[in-house]
């Protein structure tokens, strides 16, 4: 399908119904990241504007490279329904707890232990394909609530830095994050 420059109505409820979307970053040198996510960690601005809530994991890649080039792709894929693939092209930036803006972005998202940033991203293309390919899967439970924020709750907030000081200061091409003001 031809690209499109903004969500509508019809992609916005597709969006809103998927358990899962994938992130896709990369720096001009180095690897290219590609990270699943999910649990109730994006919210659609408007048709030209989508946030999602980084939660803390055993890599930051993505901030890494949003600070050396920042083109973020999002993808979202129908596993139940009718087949559909929804890619949304933009530009990103990264706002941390220390940045203004902080207080009223994180006020969209539930409280989560690990929340580390939140990625706003500002859509300069959409794009749809046929998703004929990707396979009928049910969702059975979200991991976040059970596993993810249980183990964050249990370090607290110095554990915590403490972890991301360990993982997630740099990517794996050695890029830094902004993770920790320098």
Same mark, same amino acid.
């Given at each position: 399908m031809p690209l499109g420059a903004k969500l509508n109505g019809t992609l916005r409820a597709f969006v809103e119904r998927q358990k899962m979307f994938f992130v896709a970053t990369a720096a001009p040198e180095g690897r290219v990241n590609l990270s699943p996510k999910g649990a109730d960690s994006l919210r659609i601005i408007d048709d030209t504007r989508i946030m999602w809530l980084s939660l803390s994991g055993s890599g930051n890649?993505?901030? +890494?490279?949003? $600070?050396?080039?920042?083109?973020m792709t999002l993808m979202f894929c129908a596993?139940? +329904?009718?087949? $559909?693939?929804?890619?949304?092209?933009?530009?990103?930036?990264a706002l941390h707890p220390r940045d203004p803006g902080w207080a009223d972005a994180v006020a969209r998202f539930p409280a989560m232990a690990g929340t580390r940033?939140?990625?706003d991203l500002t859509i300069d293309a959409v794009r749809t394909s046929c998703g004929t390919g990707v396979p009928h899967m049910a969702f059975e439970a979200d991991r976040v609530d059970t596993e993810l924020m249980p183990y964050f709750d249990t370090l607290g907030a110095d554990g915590v830095a403490r972890f991301w000081a360990r993982k997630n200061v740099e990517t794996i091409d050695g890029y830094p994050t902004g993770l920790f003001e320098d």
């Open positions: 890649e993505t901030a +890494g490279h949003l $600070l050396q080039s920042d083109r596993f139940e +329904g009718d087949a $559909l693939i929804l890619r949304v092209f933009g530009r990103a930036n940033q939140i990625f």
